[in-house]
């Protein structure tokens, strides 16, 4: 189980503009594997491509050319409902903006994956309440987003992630709206998500210090990788 | 799907609240649509149902003929005694259809009059009439008895008086009524009839002001008038109903044409014609079918108006609520729960019109019926069918917005600002 391979990219090609005179190759190749209970972050300049990738990563998008096995099933061949299930129950998207759903609680907000895989309410509830205990947000479950810091929405937004036991996490800059302080409560919290609960996480960052604290570093530049090591932190 | 219903209903009761005048303005138009819906369907059952008893009440098989002018733009014609119908008439017409004429129905009018005790005064319009034209169901007659053929066949000075007549002679005590003897001044002549019973009259729809002003039918026998009135072997109009089973309109073409070649033939400017409840209470529903046809037209238009006005809003919420769409669209959300979700919104904005609108067709309708006289009444299948409209009408204004949230690409949305 260790060393599952759950993301399972190869020769990944993304094109815009498909046919067209401003046709435009953004990822040129992209192989990439990521194992269970990896902690891993993607670091790259704005403009290398890593937005893409998440997105290719977060079955968002597909590919132009390559496969893709997201726990072995190919996505390429997924149609759009069966791709928004596999979304649903394979991946947990921590956003910059956290992205809670206004003027609903954050027991709500926790609940809305759960929701969509049909998850029964009672049981949803008692699961929400469970992970909004887990990142330490259980007091305010009956927040509404605009009553809460940026902190506490990101925490919620963790716990909304985790709702359906997702393969791995995808973290798009989670601490990038925050001042350091909080940013810090952030990684570790996911730190201890990765450690404690053995939850894969792919972090995209561009911050290279964020980096360092992660099993895995892969470095992103004009769509490719150009660099593979091991964090700082887990170099022996 | 089923178990996103009630979240997705929370969710746009949410909204609604969060935008409470935005939301109200959108469901103005369904609003003021179903209750001007609701409120002709209120009065139209109502003046129907007012037709219905008043055919009841009169009988649906009562036919009219009068003496009508051949040319109206014949202005030099003045009317003779010698052109008005006779008994004798009247009586071979009954001799000649007697085996579809239940009875006739014969009136002659005394004139208006007023009755005086002390400060109390009623104002009367004295008719004598036969048995035939004094129908009263039982429940009609609040005191005393009707006028007995035996009563018609002397003449004797009896009389019938209305409740109001009764309100404002006796303080409303029918049974004190009954037995009193009232002097009743017509033309500068007094007559002096026993009232033998208070029948229950109809509300004067056009009355306004003091009831002691109203005027009422005395009736008395058609004989105790005749004695008064010299001409009185001459009517110009007069009333038959039809035995039951019978075609009442053919009895009345028949009768018509009957008369007017055996009585009117040589008469060049006067001629029979007949009037029916039927096609009275046809032409009625014409009248009320037109206004109904006018006032929802109103309402279909207010309605369609208010549809877009729904779809606009629509519209302008999930502009607003893009990112939300990518988010719940990158938490797992197929097209088909984002499209449900907007149309349950658009169908609940819809209902909430609906329901405000029924509220106030109610009250208008309860208005306008109450204004004009005739209860109007609302059926269940009235209620429902107004609510399963506006539920249709959040599907279809709700649809296009719906399918453009669910549409969109997660990409583009989540990074919308």
Known sequence: ?236 | MKHMLFENIGAALAGIKANKMRSFLTMLGILIGIAAIIAIIMAGNGMSGYIENQMNSIGANRVEFYVTQRNWDDSTVTQKDSDLITQEMIRKVNQEFRDEIKDISLTTALGDGIVKEGKDYAKVSVLGANSSSMIWDDEEILAGRVILPSEQQNGANVAMVSDKFVNNMYKGDVDAAVGQEIDVQVNNQYYTYTIVGVYQSYTNQQMTGSSYDEVTTLYVPLKVVHRVVSNAVYVSSFDINGKDGVDSLDLANRITDYMNETFYSNNDNFMIDRYTMQEQAKMANQEIGMVKMVMGGIGAISLLVGGIGVMNIMIVSITERTREIGTRKALGATNGSIRMQFITEAIVICLIGGIMGLGLGVLLGGAITNAIGFPGKLTMENIIFCLLFSMGFGIFFGYYPANRAAKMNPIDALRYE
């Open chain 1, 1 to 236: 189980m260790e060393n599952d391979v759950i993301i399972d990219l190869n020769h990944i090609i993304k094109k815009f503009y498909i046919g067209k005179p401003n046709e435009l190759e953004i990822l040129h190749g992209i192989d990439l594997q990521v194992r269970r209970g990896e902690f891993v972050s993607i670091v790259g300049a704005s403009g290398s491509g890593k937005s893409t990738l998440m997105n290719v990563i977060g079955i968002l998008d597909r590919p132009t050319e390559g496969s893709y096995f997201l726990e072995g099933v190919d996505i390429c061949k997924a149609n759009d409902k069966e791709v928004s299930k596999i979304r649903n129950q394979k991946i947990g998207f921590v956003f910059q903006t956290y992205n809670l759903v206004a003027r609903t609680s954050a027991l709500k907000n926790v609940e809305l994956p759960m929701m969509y895989a049909g998850v029964p309410k009672r049981e949803r509830t008692k699961r929400a309440k469970e992970l909004l205990k887990l990142v330490g947000m259980e007091e305010r479950m009956n927040h509404t987003p605009d009553e809460l810091s940026g902190g506490q929405k990101q925490r919620v937004a963790i716990a909304r992630a985790l709702g359906n036991h997702p393969a791995i996490i995808l973290a798009d800059e989670p601490t990038g709206a925050l001042d350091s302080k909080t940013g810090r409560m952030i990684m570790d919290l996911f730190h201890k998500l990765n450690r404690e609960n053995g939850i894969t996480i792919v972090l995209i960052t561009h911050s290279n210090e964020l980096a360092e604290e992660t099993q895995r570093i892969v470095t992103l530049k004009d769509g490719e990788i150009i660099g593979e090591r091991k964090g700082e932190a887990y170099a022996v």
